[in-house]
């Protein structure tokens, strides 16, 4: 199994480490990036300082309840930016809400997650996206990345 590169979009510590935990119970190889807000995610993903030297992510773990510009509207520029929209994004938020569920999907997320996170729904959603959607998309190149 490849490494998949991750990045994580969350402002809880205890979240992150949750999601970290989720991610060694799975048996999932990563590289996992870590940013606490919307503004860092977006200049992760564009590279802008101090992330000139960031990789694009294979996948996007996001969280909507985040400080500076919220996961909505993050989730919304990646997915209507053409270098960035084939990157799938998975939201894990506390909120249950069905208007949340709807309008997160209608912006495209590629899967909706509630935390606490259940590690093996989790896992399962990771390898998921990994076996369908990354070698799809990727054919197992590394040298083709979105963005790059």
Request: net charge negative.
């Amino acid at each position: 199994m490849r490494t998949i590169k991750i990045l994580l979009v969350e402002d809880n510590l205890a979240d992150s480490r949750l999601i970290q935990e989720a991610l060694k119970e799975g048996n999932i190889s990563h590289t996992l990036y870590s940013v606490k807000d919307g503004v860092q995610a977006m200049d992760f993903l564009f590279k802008r300082p101090p992330f000139t030297e960031a990789v694009t992510p294979d996948v996007v773990l996001l969280d909507l309840n985040i400080p500076r510009k919220s996961g909505q509207e993050v989730l919304q520029e990646i997915k209507q930016d053409a270098t960035l929209k084939a990157i799938p994004v998975v939201v894990i938020t506390t909120s249950s809400s069905e208007q949340d569920v709807a309008k997160t999907y209608a912006s495209d997320a590629n899967c909706y997650i509630t935390k606490p996170v259940d590690f093996a729904q989790f896992a399962y959603v990771i390898k998921i996206i990994d076996d369908f959607w990354l070698s799809s998309i990727k054919s197992g190149d590394d040298s083709s990345e979105p963005g790059s």
